[in-house]
């Protein structure tokens, strides 16, 4: 008798609960096509938790039964995480002092086409004394960088190197998710276009499609320049001309022959200045002469035209010998 009347309240209890399960339901069902839509997601999900709750309790008894290391909750191996490969721009310069710069620059350009990469840039200038100096950008894989460089350094006398090396593995990555996530953007833009039925919504999403062409423009313009940094190193080489060995013999001192040269230059140099003085005075000479020509031919026969004839004085006495001057006979 106890156990019927323990029993009869306990079918009791469950229906009223049934009862209110089931007004519960009726009145969320009535709310509308969103609450139903949530309610059949809830109703999915709980039995996956429970499905999943049971598979975590079956796979940790079967762990602790098996007791392998490293394995997952449902017995299979651990995911490894997805190792990035590092992204790192490699620049270096330098200067070499060689005896024949063509010649080392042909050399330079042959052991950069060798390994795959190519000259960029190249300027080639000569100074003042004659020593011909050139500067070439060479873009080098990044797998044969280290070989080159070693490379161009025996060329000729090593001056000055410098090398540089920059991590921008976070910068690619970033680049990377954002042209994912921005190429999404558009094919999303793109797909309510499609949809779409008025002519105001159309001008609207070109409109923001426009704006997200743009931004993903942009951002595959950074992806491509972060490749080719990453995937070329960039090698900046200097050659400049040695002094010849005959140069400085000549600056042990002047020999003959340099005397020689010396002094023919030196006597050049006086005729060059006296001929000039005698051009420039040449004028003044020519005008001098013809004025003592006029004075000789014209002027002084005039002036002795005019001297009048008693303007001469008298005559001398006839000297004798036997003491001086006289009258006459006595």
Known sequence: MRTRRSVRPAQALAGVLLAAALTVTGCSGAGGDSGGSMADDKAAVAPERGQGAARDEGAGDAGAEQGAPGGSADGAPAAT???????????ASLTVRVKDVPEALDEARTATENAGGYVGEETTRRDAEGHEHTRAVLRVPVAGYAEVLAGLEGVGELVERRAKAEDVTGQVV????????????VARVRELMDRATKLSDVVTLEGELSVRQADLESLLAQQASLKDRTSLATITLSLSGAPSEQGGKD????????????????????LRWLTVAIGAVLPFAALAALLVLLWV????????????????GPLPAPFRPGGGQGNGPN
Do not use: C
Request: charged share 30%; glycine share 8%; net charge positive.
């Open 81 to 91: 995480p997805k190792v990035t490969a590092n992204h790192v721009i490699r620049t």
């Open 174 to 185: 970033d680049v990377d998710s954002r042209v994912a996530s921005q190429r999404a953007s």
């Open 251 to 270: 600056d042990e001192g002047p020999g003959f022959l340099d005397a020689l040269a010396g002094g023919w230059e030196a006597f050049v140099t006086v």
């Open 297 to 312: 031919r014209a002027v002084r026969p005039l002036l002795r035209r005019r001297r009048p004839a008693g303007d001469a």
